[in-house]
Structure formats: C-alpha cells, structure tokens
Nanobody, 121 residues
Framework: QVQLVESGGGLVQAGGSLRLSCAAS????????MGWYRQAPGKQRELVAG???????NYADSVKGRFTISRGNAKNTVYLQMNSVKPEDTAVYYC???????????????WGQGTQVTVSS
C-alpha cells in the first residue's frame, strides 16, 4: 500500500515561517505530480500548490509570493516553505500525489492524513 506522511505542522505567529514535508513510501514506480491542499474549519478543501515531475509549479492566488513548493533530494518527497504566514493560513494541510504503482499502467491519487498549521495573530 502507498502511504503519504506529512510533517512540520504546528503553531506559528503571524509573519513567521514554517516548512512542511511529505514523504511517499510503498510499492511506487513513479509519481507524476505532488501537491499540497488545505482545509480550514467550515470550508472546503482547496489547492495550495502543486508540482509536476517536470518541475512545473502552480499556486493559489492567496499564497503566491509567500509559499514555495519544491522537490527534495530524497525520492518521493515534496516540501512547502511557508513564509509571511497569516491567520487565514490556519488549516489542516494535506499532501496529495498521483502515483503509478509498480507494474501498473494507470495512476492513482493518494492523500496523507494531514498536519495542523495554526497561525496566531
């Protein structure tokens, strides 16, 4: 079974920084793309940032210029550098990946369990 595990969440003051990590493990042949989503209380889950295997990135307008998504040197790892955080960034952040399992042709979407980010004013 493929598993995605997030880490790095916590409490941070407005204007501060936080770095989230996500590592995928299991029977993986390749990962086409990885991304970060977030869900605040009472709101729907939304895309924060995504990155393809080719290095193309996409950001939500609300985080452009403040957040940076990148791939790590370790295989199947993605990071989200969060700078100049705001109280409205408070949410559970989820890692997402499109994974091709070993021996498979199609890709399957997997989600991590989420990590809480709380920004105090």
């Amino acid at each position: 079974q493929v598993q995605l595990v997030e880490s790095g969440g916590g409490l941070v003051q407005a204007g501060g920084s936080l770095r989230l990590s996500c590592a995928a493990s299991g029977s993986i042949f390749s990962i086409n793309a990885m991304g970060w989503y977030r869900q605040a209380p009472g709101k729907q889950r939304e895309l924060v940032a995504g990155i393809t295997s080719g290095g193309n990135t996409n950001y939500a307008d609300s985080v452009k210029g403040r957040f940076t998504i990148s791939r790590g040197n370790a295989k199947n790892t993605v990071y989200l550098q969060m700078n100049s955080v705001k109280p409205e960034d408070t949410a559970v952040y989820y890692c997402n990946a499109a994974v091709a399992a070993t021996g498979a042709t199609i890709r399957t979407i997997y989600w991590g369990q989420g990590t809480q980010v709380t920004v105090s004013s």
